[in-house]
């Protein structure tokens, strides 16, 4: 439980120093009667300007790397498409799969609720996508066999 707790106090620390950085917030004192105050003032639109911005560029590097793919992958229904190739390598602080497919190794971002990925490093894999309107997402991770 401590763990648990000082990892989201560092999390929440990086949150708020990020965000000073960025200047979503901006933090001020007052000294009134012998007392200080201090006042945190939050500015949302730039946070949700930059969560935008960050979701597109996301979005855009998840896309050129399956246009890169787009050649090797194999249709499986109108929304559907799997790949087969080498998981090389495998970030998990970025959710981030190296798969060599074909002799060309391209990142590809998984969501973070495909578990065991680490296993699966230097091993053949066939990766289910999903199109899912403009967008197009990992949606299995699993062993060849």
Same mark, same amino acid.
């Given at each position: ?6 990892f989201? #106090?560092?999390?929440?620390l *990086?949150f708020?120093?990020? !965000?000073?950085?960025? *200047?979503?917030?901006?933090?001020s004192?007052t000294?009134? @009667? *012998?007392?200080? *105050?201090?006042?945190? =003032? ?5 946070? $949700? ?5 960050t !979701?597109?560029?996301?979005?855009a ?7 890169? #793919?787009?050649s $090797?992958? &194999?249709?499986t229904?109108a929304? %559907?498409? =799997?790949?087969t190739?080498?998981?090389v !390598?495998?970030?998990?602080t970025?959710?981030t ?6 002799? %060309?190794?391209?990142?590809?971002e998984?969501p973070?609720? #495909?578990?065991g #990925?680490e %296993?699966?490093? !230097? &091993? ?6 999903? &199109?899912? @309107? ?6 299995s ?5």
């Open positions: 439980m401590k763990r648990l707790f000082l989201l #106090l560092v999390l929440a *990086g708020v120093a990020t !965000g000073y950085f960025r *200047g979503w917030f901006e933090f004192t000294n009134a @009667g *012998g007392k200080t *105050g201090l006042t945190i =003032t939050t500015d949302f639109e730039k946070l $949700k300007a930059d969560m935008k911005a !979701g597109a560029k996301i979005s590097v998840s896309k050129a790397a399956l246009d890169k #793919l787009s $090797k992958t &194999k249709a229904s929304t %559907q498409s =799997t790949l190739g080498k998981l !390598g495998f970030d998990s970025t959710h799969l190296q798969i060599d497919a074909e002799g %060309q190794t391209v990142p590809i998984a973070a609720a #495909l578990t #990925l %296993q699966l490093v !230097g &091993k053949n894999v066939t990766i289910t996508f999903e &199109k899912v @309107g403009e967008h197009t997402v990992v949606r991770v699993a062993e060849q066999n």
